[in-house]
């Protein structure tokens, strides 16, 4: 019989909106023919809900429309619709951005349940989410970096913060809370009222910052898929359409244009590739990441920015269409996934 391929999708992240609009792209693209579907929505404050009525409204809505997938339907109890009321087989396809979906919390409970599911496990998924931690055993392997410092709330004033910043880093800064996404509640700040300004909007989101030297660098990404031995995709680049690639430019104006592959010199996009696959292997990835680089060219060239251990997924997003660029079909792609998700499940049990 058909496999059940569960998507989870919504979540109670501030990246829910986007991932409602993924999974409506991967429910229309995903083969039919190979797949009982199964869209189980996450409400914003967590509820679990089975989607039925998702695969009609998509016949009638462009999968551009969130609403059309916003969670309703019936509400559910996690484990036991994971493990279905037959025997049939099952891989789940968390399709989940930000923190309790991309951040080893899902992954955590899908292990328990005994179920492959698709992309990073436990430690993976938590340490590509905090950029604190990515940095940390990245630096480890000795993958380049910018430069970076730490905050933790209530380990100092404001005010000492951002002196520290200016004396270690100088400005302009970048300020994230560090386990995010979807650039929110990033800023650039250029001076210290902005940057005192920049540590309270992150702290509303996280409470440890990352700070980081704003680096003046060309942004590349490449697309990791495998196990253990993961394979890379051509590069791409971005070119944001305002001051960084900042949260309209990703969803709203959608200003930014990719280019694929990036314009680089042979060596610099071989190099690139190998740093990828490295820091993929190195933070213990499986099945899918998006791994991001800055490019300073004539400076120190490759550092890495950050790891997506689940990227974002439409036709018209970077990871598919780098691996389309490199040959394999958005359907093709959401195949390889639920295979390696297999492969990696068994030899684990
Ligand atoms: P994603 O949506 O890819 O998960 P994110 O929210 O994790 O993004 P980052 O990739 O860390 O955020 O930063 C968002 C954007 O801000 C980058 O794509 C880049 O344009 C800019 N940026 C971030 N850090 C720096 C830096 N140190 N120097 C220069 N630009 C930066
Ligand atoms: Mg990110
Ligand atoms: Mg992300
Ligand atoms: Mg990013």
Not at 101 to 118: F, K, N
Not at 254 to 262: C, D, F, K, W, Y
Not at 308 to 321: L, V
Request: proline fraction near 6%; aromatic fraction near 6%; glycine fraction near 8%.
């Amino acid at each position: 019989g058909r496999l059940r391929l569960l998507v989870l999708f919504g979540g109670a992240s501030a990246e829910h909106d986007v991932s409602c609009v993924t999974a409506a792209h991967v429910l229309a693209a995903a083969d039919r023919t190979k797949y009982d579907l199964i869209p189980v929505g996450i409400t914003r404050d967590g509820t679990w809900i089975r989607n039925d009525k998702a695969i009609a409204a998509l016949a009638e809505a462009t999968p551009a429309l969130p609403d059309a997938l916003e969670p309703a339907g019936t509400e559910v109890e996690p484990l036991l619709e994971i493990a279905g009321t037959d025997n049939r087989p099952t891989v789940v396809l968390p399709l989940l951005h930000g923190p309790h979906g991309e951040d080893g919390t899902v992954q955590g409970m899908l292990e328990l349940a005994g179920v492959p599911y698709v992309g990073s496990g436990v430690l993976s998924s938590a340490l590509c989410m905090d950029k604190a931690m990515t940095k940390v055993v990245a630096a480890q392997a000795r993958i380049p970096q910018c430069r970076w410092i730490e905050f933790r709330a209530g380990t100092g004033e404001r005010a000492q913060l951002v002196e520290r910043t200016i004396a270690e880093l100088g400005l302009p800064v970048f300020v994230k809370p560090a386990n995010l996404g979807s650039s929110v509640g990033i800023s650039k700040a250029h001076d210290a009222a902005e940057l005192a300004e920049a540590i309270d909007l992150a702290l509303r989101y996280d409470e440890v910052l990352v700070i980081e030297e704003a680096v003046t660098a060309r942004e590349i990404e490449v697309a990791v898929l495998g196990n253990l031995t993961p394979e890379a995709s051509v590069a791409g680049e971005i070119r944001p359409g305002s001051d960084f690639y900042d949260y309209a430019d990703k969803y709203v104006n959608g200003a930014a244009a990719l280019v694929i592959p990036a314009d680089l010199p042979p060596e610099d996009s071989d190099r690139v590739r190998e740093l990828a696959a490295a820091t993929f292997s190195t933070l213990r990835c499986s099945g899918m990441a998006r791994v991001d680089f800055f490019y300073e060219e004539g400076g120190r060239g490759w550092l890495l920015n950050e790891v997506n251990t689940i990227p974002g997924f439409t036709p018209a997003s970077m990871y598919p269409k780098l691996w389309e660029a490199s040959g394999l079909s958005y359907p093709a792609l959401i195949d390889r996934l639920v295979e390696l998700a297999s492969q990696r499940h068994e030899i684990r049990s």
